[in-house]
């Protein structure tokens, strides 16, 4: 598999701020595995939708799940075009003028159709990935589904083919005039960080929670350099 | 202002989970102000695009805001309609089985038609908000807007009136039969907390962070209880 990303589309080329635009797989999958849930936005009735649902990229293919009974699947899963965004938040760029405000962030734009997942292995990799996804390892961990809840779910598979990276780090960039202000200007780096476990009520004395749970976090929080 | 909410319509009722879907103002307004930004969804051509960006709420209007010669806000502002969706994650659920894996999260969507500022006291007001919505008291410290600054800014509303949210508290909700399993169950809190304050490489030596960026933290982080 190429690194090197398909050439940009009209859409996915980004042109506010063009120098902040990835088409590299590299950062592409580094944000898409990093965060823990996306935006999928689609037509229905030519009418605009977006639901948050959960994620997971494998290899070339990004997957989300639901229920059978959803009506954003049933929308979408007879070749339905999606716009499948995620977004992470880096920090709140602060400048002196007001109008160079910013945000640090790494997002994704994904286009394509979905093709709701029947193979049966493919399935299961996907719905393995998924719980792994959240919680590296955690398929291990956790009773797999059973056949019945494997009816109850349906998977969509949304080829990575069309999409494209946004990514703005770094200081503020206040227009040479202001910088004689005696306003603070700079970043403040924002972090998404667990607290401890809380115990389900059910759970008998003495199970504690394993290691992938009191060490959690997030893979490759490691901001693309521009 | 009535904080009952209207009515959900077929389209911003909670089908999935009904029980997670909330109609009130309090909720829906709590979960604007908190999230730092939104995804907006809109239909250009046919097909579905999304993009991350600020928001901000005042009273029963979303604004958003972006360059005047912005793809997106051209493709919207003359009354197309969007569906603004913002979603803060509180947990993840980790079940005993894969299929009660879960997260707890807070969302809302608005769907409306967006309108275009142009009094100049609504925008000026808006972007006032904006920049305040991101760190409570910034606008009295930067300098705000000049005129071409104004002139190269489009600022959307967007009216609160077609708008719900869904919530998930609590721990895993396993079947009975599960119960006895050795996993552990329970829930792992996430947090969006601030790091340490980055200068930016022009400030004069001696220009402390304000306490609003040394002492920050988002209003309101608590949960809505079900």
Redesign the interface.
Known sequence: MSHAGPEPTE?TRV??HPERGFYDRETIDAILDEA??C?????ED???????T?HVRVGDTVYIH??S???TLRAIKHGG?????T?L?D??V??????S?S?N?R?V?V?GTAREVTDPDEKWAA?KAL?DH??PG??E?????NDA?LR??SILAIYLEEASAKVRTG??K?DEE???????????????????????????PG????PN?TG?RRPNRRPTST
């Open positions: 859409r042109h506010r823990l849930f935006h999928v936005g689609y037509v030519g009418k605009p939708r977006v639901i948050p959960i639901g229920s009974a959803s009506h075009e999606v716009c499948l965004v977004t938040l920090g709140l602060l400048a002196r003028s007001a109008f405000h945000m962030y997002s734009v286009y719905q719980v959240v919680v955690r398929s961990q956790a009773r797999m589904p809840e109850q779910t200081p503020p206040d202001d910088l004689g202000l005696q306003t603070w200007a700079g970043v403040l780096p924002l972090y998404t960080v667990p607290g401890e476990p809380v115990d389900d009520p059910h759970l008998p199970l504690a929670p394993p749970v959690y």
